[in-house]
């Protein structure tokens, strides 16, 4: 299995998503291909699909189990404050405060 760590840029938007993966895929060829993120926003993973070209997909970190890769998606979410920043598509620093309670 492949843990990782992501995120998604909407290039003309200027809009990001940081989000977490795990998958028997190798990344590099999961993100953007197979997999366009756990994002409830249902435009948002449309637009991807159909406007390829607008965005970017970068891997920021693997890991070597779902714990830490949760980890490090929960200490970026809230190092950018992603849930409360137009700036991002992630919608709610309340999924960050319960995976940190899960564990």
């Known amino acids: 299995m492949y843990y990782y760590v992501y995120r998604i840029t909407n290039k003309r938007l200027k809009k990001h998503y940081i989000g977490v993966r795990s998958s028997d895929i ?3 060829k999961d993100l953007g291909y197979f997999y366009f993120s756990s994002s409830t926003d249902q435009e948002f993973i449309i637009d991807q699909k159909q406007n390829k070209k607008d965005y970017e997909y ?13 980890d490090y998606e ?11 920043d137009e700036r991002f598509y992630n919608k709610s620093t309340l999924d960050t405060i319960i995976k940190i309670f899960r564990h």
């Open 58 to 70: 970068y891997i920021i970190k693997e890991f070597k189990n779902r714990k830490e890769s949760e």
């Open 26 to 28: 190798q990344p590099k």
């Open 74 to 84: 929960s200490f970026l979410l809230e190092k950018y404050n992603c849930g409360l």
